[in-house]
C-alpha cells in the first residue's frame, strides 16, 4: 500500500463562519456556517426518521429525490433555532433563505442544502441570516475547527474528524464534521454532520457508502434514547481525485475508502458520545451470539437506553441483574441458561446464573475507569452488533431539568 | 343501585406476615407473606413480557395452565431476593418450598403461587422461608396493610385499594395490595399486586376481567421505561357471595364489578407511579385522535418514557418542543399540522406551529402543581390512551447511581 500524506486536497471547498445573532450566547460565538462547493459536487444524506422532521430535513431530502445525480452548491448550517415545528412560516423561511443564497452562488436552489439546530417550535427569522449571508467572505483554506465549532449548541468541544486513503492509487482526502451533545436536546442540540472528500464517485454510490456506514456508526449511539427532529449527515464529493470512475458499489478499489469512511464517522459519532450531556463514562456495549444483526442491536440498545443500567454504572455498581433485566425486556431470542456477560474481561454470568468465579471486587475495579465495556453473548446464533453510551448523572438531570433552557 | 356496605365479606381469608431475614433491614421489617384461602378460590394471573422471567413467575405460569379451572389454596410473597436469574437452582428453591407447604396446607403444589421481589441473581435460601413457615400464625381478619407492607422493598407507602359493588344484588368486595417504585429496579423492587374478592366467578371469567383490566392500569404506567423480571399480578375470587352464576364474560350483570375492579387496578397503579422512584410530580398522559388505541398508548408511552420530558416537567420547564420530539419519534401516525398539545388546560400548538394565544406562563402555572395533565390529540383519527408516569429527579439518580445498592 502507497504511503499517504495529507496534500489538503479538500482546498477548494470554500468556508465562512459568521455570528448571525440566532444563537443566546454572552459573547456571540458563531452561529451560522456557509460551505461553498465547485461545480460538480455529488451528495448523498440520511436523517432523522422522526415524522415531526424540521423543514430543513424535508428540504434536503427533496434536494436529494429531485434528480438522479443530486449535486450540492452549498450548505447552510444555523445553531441556535431548529426550525422545527414551525409549519408553513418554517418551510417559507427555508424558501426565502434558498432563494437570496441560489441568486448569489448562482445555482439552483435543488443544490443548496440546509440544516438547523436548536430551539424547536420557535420561528426562525430569514433577515438574520440573509443579512449575514451578504457579508460572509469565504477562507481561502477551509478550517474545519472554525466550521464545526459554529454549528455547536450544548457540545463542550468542536467535532472533526480526518482520514486519508487512496483509491485506485490516488491519494483522498475524507473529513467529517459534527456536533450532538444529548441524541437529542431540542432546546440547543441536536445530531448533525457533513462529510467531505475529492474521490470522484457519484452520488448513488456516496448514498450507498453513507447509509451502510451510518448503521455502524451514528445509527449506534445513544445518549438518552431521544431522537431528534433535525438529524443530518451530509456526504459531498468533490470529484477532484483524478482515478478512474467507479461505478459500482462492489468495486474492489473502494475498500480501503468504505473502511477510512466508516472509521471517520465511528469516530464523529464517539466524539458525540463523549461529549453525551453529563456524561462521565464512555460505554461500549458488544452483544453477540444473537438470532440475528438487527436483533443484536435491539438487545445492545435495551441495555444502552436501559436508565438503571446507565445509572448503575455512573454509580461504579456492578449490578449486573440490570443488565439481565435489559435483556429481557428487549422481547429477543436469547437462551437464558447460555447468556454469558462480561464486565471488561470478567464473566459474570453462565448456566443460567452467576459464575462461580465471579469477583465483584474485578468487575467494580473496571468499572472505575472512564471506557466501560460491556460483552453479553445471548447464545443463540452468531449474529452480533456493538453500540456506544454514556451513563446517566446529576448532571444529565442539571442540563435538562434544573436550568431555564 | 342498593347501598353498598362493607361488610368484611373477605374475613375467609387468612393472612400472616413475618421477618424470615431475607431483606437486609435495620429494624427487621416484615419480609414474608402467606396468604391462605379456603377450597375452592378461583384464581387468575398477568405476568411480566421478560424473557429473563423469574423463576416464581414462570411456576404461576404452569399453575395456571395445569388446569382449566386453576384453583389457589395459598399465596407465598418474599421480598428482599427476586430469585431471578438464579438457573436450576432458583427452580430448586421453588420447588423445596412448594414441597413443604403443600403439605403443611394438604393441597397440591399447583395450588400454591409464589412470588418473589428484590436483588437479581442472588441464590434464595429455601430454609429461611421453610422455618418460618413453621410458625407463621394466620391473623383471624385479615390486615391488608400489614399484608402490602411486607412485600415492599424501596417502596415508601404500602399500597393497598379496596372497591365495594354488587353483581345480581349481592355485595361484592374486592381488596388488592400492590408494591412497586420503579416500573423496575431490579435489586430491591419490582411490580407487585394481589387482589380479592369473594365474587363467585370462574377462573375463566377472573382471567379475562383481569387481562382487560390490567391493561388500562398497570399495563399503562411508567416510571423508567425498565421492565421487571418478576411482574405479577393475580385476582383470587373466594367465591363465597351467593349470586347466581355467570358463565359469560358479557354478562351485563358484571358491569358495575368490571368498573370497580378496573377502577381499584387504576388507583394501586397510580399509588406505585406515585411512590415511582424520586417521584416528584404524577403526570397523566392523553393521547387522542390516533390510528387505533395500540398507536395512541406507543404514542403515549414515547412521552412518558422520554428522559427530556421528564426533567423538563421535573424543571417545570414548559419546554413543548420535547413533546413534538417524543411524538415524532414514536414512529406512529401523526398529521403535524393537526397536532394539538394541551399543558394542564392550556393549547400550545396549533396548525403545525405554536399557537397564537398561547401563554408560556399559564402552562408554567400549571406545572408548579404536583398533578400534571399534558393532553394530546395527533389529528388521523378516533382512538385515546392514558397513560401515567412521574418526572425525572436528581432523586432517581441518587437512589440508583449513589448508594450502593
Redesign the interface.
Known amino acids: 500500500m502507497k504511503k499517504i500524506t495529507n496534500n489538503c486536497l479538500l482546498d477548494d471547498i470554500k468556508v465562512s463562519t459568521t455570528y448571525c445573532g440566532i444563537k443566546k450566547t454572552s459573547n456571540n460565538e458563531d452561529d451560522l456556517l456557509l460551505i461553498e462547493f465547485e461545480n460538480n459536487t455529488a451528495i448523498a444524506g440520511v436523517f ?6 424540521s423543514a430543513s430535513v424535508n428540504k434536503c431530502k427533496i434536494n436529494l429525490s429531485s434528480s438522479k445525480e443530486p449535486i450540492v452548491k452549498a450548505i447552510l448550517v444555523n445553531s441556535g433555532n ?1 426550525n ?7 418551510e417559507a423561511t427555508v424558501q426565502k433563505i434558498l432563494n437570496y443564497l441560489s441568486k448569489k452562488l448562482n445555482c439552483n436552489i435543488n443544490q443548496i442544502y440546509t440544516a438547523s439546530t436548536g ?5 426562525l427569522d430569514p433577515s438574520q441570516i440573509v443579512n449575514s449571508l451578504k457579508s460572509m467572505i469565504p477562507s481561502n483554506t477551509p478550517d474545519w475547527f472554525q466550521a464545526a465549532n459554529a454549528i455547536r449548541t450544548t457540545d463542550t468541544f468542536p467535532k472533526v474528524s480526518k482520514r486519508n486513503c487512496n483509491i485506485d492509487g490516488v491519494n483522498i482526502e475524507i473529513v467529517g464534521i459534527a456536533k450532538g451533545s ?1 441524541m ?4 440547543m442540540s441536536t445530531m448533525l454532520s457533513f462529510i467531505f472528500t475529492n474521490a470522484n464517485l457519484t452520488s448513488e454510490i456516496l448514498q450507498k457508502l453513507l447509509t451502510s456506514s451510518n448503521d455502524k456508526s451514528f445509527n449506534s449511539i445513544t445518549v ?6 433535525s438529524d443530518t449527515v451530509l456526504l459531498a464529493a468533490t470529484r477532484k481525485a483524478n482515478h478512474k470512475p467507479i461505478k459500482k458499489f462492489t468495486d474492489s478499489r473502494l475498500n480501503e475508502f468504505k473502511k477510512s469512511l466508516c472509521e471517520l464517522m465511528l469516530d464523529l459519532a464517539k466524539k458525540i458520545v463523549k461529549d453525551g450531556e453529563g456524561a462521565s463514562k464512555f460505554i461500549t456495549i458488544k452483544v453477540t451470539g444473537a438470532a440475528s444483526k438487527k436483533s443484536a442491536k435491539i438487545i445492545a440498545f435495551s441495555i444502552a ?4 443500567v446507565k ?2 454504572i ?2 461504579e ?1 456492578a ?4 443488565i ?11 437462551d ?2 447460555k ?1 454469558q456477560i462480561y464486565i471488561g474481561d470478567e464473566l459474570v ?1 453462565e ?4 459464575n462461580t468465579n465471579y469477583s465483584e471486587l474485578r468487575a467494580t475495579e473496571h468499572l472505575k475507569e472512564t471506557n466501560i465495556y460491556l460483552t453479553i453473548d445471548v447464545g443463540v446464533g452468531k449474529s452480533c452488533s456493538t453500540v456506544y453510551t454514556c ?4 448532571r ?2 442539571e442540563i ?6
Chains 1, 2 share one sequence.
Open positions: 432523522t426518521q422522526s415524522l415531526t422532521s431548529a422545527a415545528f414551525t409549519g408553513k412560516l418554517g430551539v424547536i417550535g420557535e420561528q444529548g437529542i436536546a431540542p432546546n438518552d434514547s431521544d431522537t431528534s427532529t437506553n436501559s436508565p438503571l445509572t448503575a455512573a454509580g455498581d449490578n449486573w441483574g440490570r439481565i433485566m435489559a435483556i429481557g425486556k428487549s422481547g429477543q431470542k436469547a437464558r441458561d447468556i454470568t448456566n443460567g446464573m452467576v451513563d446517566l448523572t446529576h444529565y438531570i435538562n431539568a434544573d436550568y431555564r433552557s
